[in-house]
């Protein structure tokens, strides 16, 4: 990744700070023995993929001050840790010209904090951090010292940033979507009843690591029968009965940027005459939402259309009696944004505009039938509709179904 993309974005992010205001994001704390995963924000700013490291942006009358804080590498430690990112190469890989170490951090603070008074960080949601997040606790010590500085989350500023993605992040995007659809054709392929959920997931798996993605984007979702109508069912641990609709919901992540894709197979040759009813309707209503997938459309739209449709479609075979019942099969909403998290920043009430990247997930979920259907495609705003990026994974039919027989009568 080139130092000039994330250069621009730092230079969107301090355009925003008022005067005698900072942003500060921290990378994530190292955790012994886990795979690390880098603190989104720290990463689209900095583009560095290491833990424990410090971005800082201030404005002091008037003057912009950019700093990274990187860990002083020990070196009886480099036998149990490996070399620590050098200053130089932290200034290559991020174009941040002022490199110093993280002891030096509170004093550097501390030598401007007195004209400061507000400071953004990745705080995250305090509802949602318990214990309280790795920034606070980190801000913890400035806060005690100079109470008049007002600390405050920094969603609102990088949210309108981080909507709209360059070229390069859909280029990574669409790999991670390329890949997941590798593996999705892979279990159509080897699938049969008797397996395990997690055999399937591990075909997928399988399939990423050897094509260099080492990540799920989020916990694989591989349900088989009754499961697939547990929304977020992730224990992936049931044998899969003859007669199953398989839903897989899974997305690899290809350097942060994570994939999101839904499809449901069955584990026999053909879907049953009932799997086919209910599949039907909602492939019908994923394509059409899709096709309403343009600059100024609203997302509340395609929510608004998709719980209409269904109904309608629920109504015609007589599943439901009022339109009112909807909400008893069909519970959840029907996109949200995708980038470096899979439910990415963005809310409900946004309006679309070129540059966004967002789910289109339709479902029925029927558990007194033991069926679930969800059939979800990532989806780019262009400048004049829409590109369905997850275009090449089969949704048809008959496409799986001749993939089905093919991989049965081996
Ligand atoms: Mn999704």
Redesign the pocket.
């Known amino acids: 990744m080139d130092s000039e993309i994330t250069r621009k974005r730092r230079e969107k992010l301090a355009e925003q700070l008022g005067d005698n205001e900072s942003a500060i994001i921290f990378a994530k704390p190292e955790i012994s023995l886990e795979k690390f995963s880098q603190d989104s924000n720290f990463l689209y700013f900095t583009g560095i993929n290491e833990p424990e490291l410090i971005y800082l942006v201030a404005k002091v009358w008037g003057k912009l001050n950019e700093v990274l804080f990187i860990e002083r590498g020990n070196p009886e430690r480099v036998v149990w840790e490996g070399v620590k990112l050098s200053i130089d190469e932290a200034k290559d890989i991020s174009g941040i010209q002022q490199i110093r170490y993280k002891d030096e951090f509170y004093p550097f603070l501390s030598g401007i904090c007195s004209q400061l008074t507000r400071i953004y960080s990745n705080l995250g949601y305090p509802m949602l951090c318990k214990p309280p997040s790795y920034p606070l606790y980190m801000l913890q010590p400035i806060q005690e010292k100079c109470p008049y500085i007002e600390i405050k989350d920094l969603n609102d500023m990088i949210t309108p940033l981080r909507l709209v993605k360059d070229e390069w992040e859909i280029q990574q995007l669409q790999r991670a979507i390329d890949i997941t659809g590798l593996g999705i054709r892979d279990i159509l392929h080897t699938a049969k009843a008797g397996m395990m959920e997690y055999e399937l997931e591990a075909t997928l798996f399988y399939r990423m690591q050897v094509n260099g993605l080492q990540q799920w984007g989020?916990a694989p979702i591989i349900a088989a029968g009754v499961n697939a109508a547990t929304l977020h069912y992730e224990k992936n641990n049931c044998q899969i009965q003859a007669g199953d609709l398989v839903l897989m919901?899974v997305?690899a992540s290809c350097n942060g940027y994570s994939a999101?894709?839904?499809r449901c197979f069955p584990i026999d040759q053909k879907f049953s005459s009932r799997q086919t009813e209910i599949y039907n309707i909602v492939l019908d209503v994923n394509k059409k939402i899709i096709e309403l997938i343009k600059p100024g459309i609203e997302m509340s739209v395609l929510n608004n259309n998709t719980v209409e449709w269904l109904a309608e479609g629920m109504l015609s075979i007589g599943l439901i009696n009022s339109r009112e019942e909807v909400r008893k099969y069909y519970m959840h909403s029907v996109?949200?944004f995708?980038g470096l998290e899979?439910?990415d920043v963005g809310g409900r009430e946004a309006v679309l505009v070129p540059g966004n990247v967002i789910?289109v997930?339709p479902g029925i979920y029927i558990p007194e039938e033991k069926l679930g259907v969800r059939i979800?495609d990532d989806v780019l705003v262009t400048d004049n509709g829409h590109q369905v990026l997850s275009a090449g994974i089969p949704k048809e039919i008959s496409d799986i179904e001749s993939i089905r027989q093919e991989a049965l009568q081996k």
Do not use: P, Q, V
Request: aromatic share 8%; hydrophobic share 20%; charged share 30%.
């Open positions: 989020f919901d997305g999101d894709i839904t996109s949200h995708l899979t439910h789910t997930e979800e």
